[in-house]
């Protein structure tokens, strides 16, 4: 679906494995296109309104899915979701299946109709309910999806999640939907790994279970752990000031009034360094973090400090800064002296680019020069990515070391288990439709169908990453991919709804 480019670096939220899309807008009679129901269709009016949406979900056109939304929705959802909002729901929809061909009718009622309609890219089954309102114009009240194939109604095996995962990577690989690895585990059990596709294209080189892929935004994790490491040496407090720990720093109002917790929590109300400077910018001298404020530390809030939720890489990138005055050490020593040493990540780092380290994936994406977009992902990002990461994100590890760094967190090996529960418990709600899912310090944490999983996401073009840690459960999932998002968030998904019955 054509939307707008996401913001780099951008936080990864994926789609739940049922989507209950009530939508806001009125449908009003005399404009709502009376679209001929494809064969098999019911005539009634929730098949009529299941004919349109279909048609215009599998043309894949935004503009078109939004104007949709706003003619045919009921009018009483209104103020439960606006239709922008769902927009991105269906965005993400459509990143995760490309379209969705009828097959058949599974039940069908004047207000509900139940379809089964093709997964385009994965080949699979899916089941879509639309329903509609009694009364005429009969707008839309709510549509659920749920993946069938291969659904026995029971918990899996770990052999059956595995050839199930299997399976479904295989395919998305044939489609060219997914290059990269994947890892499943319970505890200190392997339970899946895999690797699919092409480290380097020009040199026809595999991906391996030990290739090293871009974190994206992963990194938000480390520098979380190094900042309440230091808290806990007694060095930093939640409470402090950007003033009190950086006393020279330029931006007074950043100063003395953003504190800690709200750049850990992004409610800071600073934005991203990913703005008309940075592209301006010769990317080989953003090497240190210092070197990245001058392309931010002149901005004021966009709000009050701690009024709201605003996902923030230039808040994280200060908190990289901070490590740096508390510890006396740079950043990049600290992490891989207190995190990557200890958890044993061996094959983690921020890696400079321009020194050619050995075996890093390269990032293929569909955004070319300019506005140019490629089905085929025809570019690598080498002129749009940084020389080399930090802070806010950039660093290279691979599934094996994520799984490690999994087990170190969960046997408090980073933290002490108070820090490390304060560290993982959600604080503030990312979105105001979501409210299973809460970021915490520089970790997500979601309550889905009974289980507490936290993690982090990364996404950037010919980047997508995504760690799973299942709280109670003890599985942790590892999926690295380069290429655009969602490549790894949807089969990160896909494992959810295999472990998650």
């Known amino acids: 679906m054509r939307l707008p480019k996401q913001s780099l670096l951008r936080p990864v939220v994926v789609m739940v494995a049922t989507l209950a899309l009530l939508v806001a807008a009125p449908a009003r009679a005399a404009d709502a296109p009376r679209a001929q129901a494809p064969a098999g269709l019911p005539g009634t009016p929730a098949g009529r ?11 894949g056109d935004g503009p078109k ?3 949709f939304i706003q003619e045919h929705y009921a009018k ?21 299946t490309e379209g969705l061909p009828l097959q058949k009718v599974e039940s069908s009622r004047e207000r509900t109709v139940i379809l089964v309609a093709k997964d385009k890219l994965a080949g699979e089954s899916v089941r879509l309910q639309v329903d509609v309102e009694a009364k005429a114009p009969h707008g839309i009240t709510a549509v659920k999806l749920q993946p069938i ?27 060219e939907a997914f290059s990269g690895t994947v890892l499943i585990a319970r505890e200190d059990k392997l339970i899946y790994q895999g690797a699919f596709g092409l480290a380097s294209r020009g040199f026809q080189v595999p991906n391996r279970l030990d290739t090293k892929f871009n974190l994206g935004s992963m990194n938000k994790m480390f520098t979380a752990i190094a900042i309440a ?5 007694g060095k930093l407090s939640f409470q402090d000031t950007v003033g009190k720990v950086l006393p020279d720093y330029p931006n007074k109002t950043v100063a003395e009034k953003v504190t800690v917790h709200q750049l850990l929590t992004h409610t800071s109300g600073l934005g991203s360094f990913f703005n008309d400077k940075y592209a301006a910018t010769d990317k080989s001298r953003l090497r240190e973090p210092k070197d990245f404020l001058p392309l931010f530390m002149d901005e004021p809030p966009k709000f009050e400090p701690g ?114 529960q304060l560290v993982t418990t959600g604080k503030v709600q990312h979105r105001p439709e979501d409210k299973d899912t809460r970021y915490a310090y520089g970790f ?17 073009p010919g980047i997508n990453s995504k760690l799973d840690i299942y709280l109670g459960k003890g599985y942790t999932v590892a999926v690295m991919s380069n290429q655009d998002p969602p490549s790894a968030e949807r089969v990160a998904q896909r494992i959810r709804t295999l472990l998650l019955r």
Not at 78 to 94: M, S
Not at 365 to 392: C, F, I
Not at 444 to 458: K, P, T
């Open 229 to 233: 490491q230091l808290v806990e040496a």
């Open 76 to 96: 009483a959802a209104l103020t439960q979701r606006p239709a922008d909002q769902h927009l991105g729901t269906y965005g993400e929809l459509w990143m995760n």
């Open 149 to 175: 194939a291969g659904d026995s109604g029971r918990p899996l095996s770990d052999e059956e999640v595995a050839r199930a995962t299997q399976a479904y990577v295989e395919k998305l690989a044939a489609a």
């Open 444 to 460: 997500f944490e979601e309550q889905l169908q009974g289980a507490r999983i936290i993690g982090h996401g990364g996404g950037f």
């Open 49 to 59: 309104q299941a004919a349109a949406l279909l048609q215009v979900f599998n043309e």
């Open 307 to 420: 009024a709201r939720y605003s996902y923030s890489n230039s808040g994280f990138l200060l908190l990289g800064l901070l490590i740096e005055k508390a510890s006396g050490q740079s950043y990049f020593d600290y992490v891989r002296e207190h995190i990557y040493k200890p958890a044993g990540m061996t094959n983690s780092d921020c890696y400079e680019l321009d020194r050619d380290p050995p075996n890093l994936a390269v990032g293929y994406t569909s955004q070319g020069p300019g506005e140019q977009e490629s089905r085929k992902r025809d570019w690598n990002n080498l002129y749009l990515h940084m020389v080399k990461g930090g802070p806010a994100g950039g660093g290279y590890s691979t599934v094996e070391d994520l799984w490690r760094f999994s087990q170190a967190l969960q046997a408090n090996k980073l933290l002490g288990a108070k820090t490390t």
């Open 65 to 67: 899915m939004l104007a």
